[in-house]
T-cell receptor
């Protein structure tokens, strides 16, 4: 069955430190992978998607099919990065676009 | 564009009552998804609808839960005879017609409805 695993519930770092939020998935086909972010008292919003190969707010994520991972990285964390981060997978089939989410990692960035 | 709207934001029901959750998609969006988030868990897919059609309901519990997205008006997630285990945050997301999307899977989320069953 498809699954997304985020092993860390909480990740705490100091401002300026590098950040890596881990995400592993299990899926036999060719999934699309996403990172969603939820800032305090805001709705869930898309941060980035693997097919775009983009960097948003300094964050990047590379899909590693060999390790079935899609870790989110930022070289220098900022206090405003404190939020809940969810990794999500889409099967990429045309009959459904449902997203399968991990349990989320709370990132706390201390000043 | 006001974004995806959900109401109510908070809903309290006693065991055995019915809960109706509403979702108004973004303007121009024709696809709606419902997700449920139990405490300490990630969002779990429930159902995917287009106007007047249920496309994928593989995540819906077999009993007491139903969803609709009529030609006019919001999408409704209905839970009959609620039990304590239904207490959760219910999120709705919408996306534009497939041909209008920047990327194939592009979902915009509402603020959620927090259901508490007492």
């Amino acid at each position: 069955a498809q699954r997304v695993t985020q092993p860390e519930k909480l990740l705490s770092v100091f401002k300026g430190a590098p950040v890596e939020l881990k995400c592993n998935y299990s899926y036999s086909g060719s999934p699309e992978l996403f990172w969603y972010v939820q800032y305090s008292r805001q709705r869930l919003q898309l941060l980035l998607r693997h097919i775009s190969r983009e960097s948003i707010k300094g964050f990047t994520a590379d899909l590693n099919k060999g390790e079935t991972s899609f870790h989110l990285k930022k070289p220098f964390a900022q206090e405003e990065d404190s939020a809940m981060y969810y990794c999500a997978l889409s099967e990429g089939a045309y009959n459904t676009d449902k997203l399968i989410f991990g349990t989320g990692t709370r990132l706390q960035v201390f000043p | 564009n006001a974004g995806v709207m959900q109401n109510p934001r908070h809903l309290v029901r006693r065991r055995g009552q019915e809960a109706r959750l509403r979702c108004s998609p973004m303007k121009g969006h024709s696809h709606v998804y419902w997700y449920r988030q139990l405490p300490e868990e990630g969002l779990k897919f429930m159902v995917y609808l287009q106007k007047e059609n249920i496309i994928d309901e593989s995540g819906m519990p077999k009993e007491r839960f139903s969803a609709e997205f009529p030609k006019e008006g919001p999408s409704i997630l209905r839970i009959q005879q609620v039990v304590r285990g239904d207490s959760a945050a219910y999120f709705c997301a919408s996306s534009p017609p497939i041909l209008d999307r920047v990327s194939r899977n592009e979902q915009y989320f509402g603020p959620g409805t927090r259901l508490t069953v007492t």
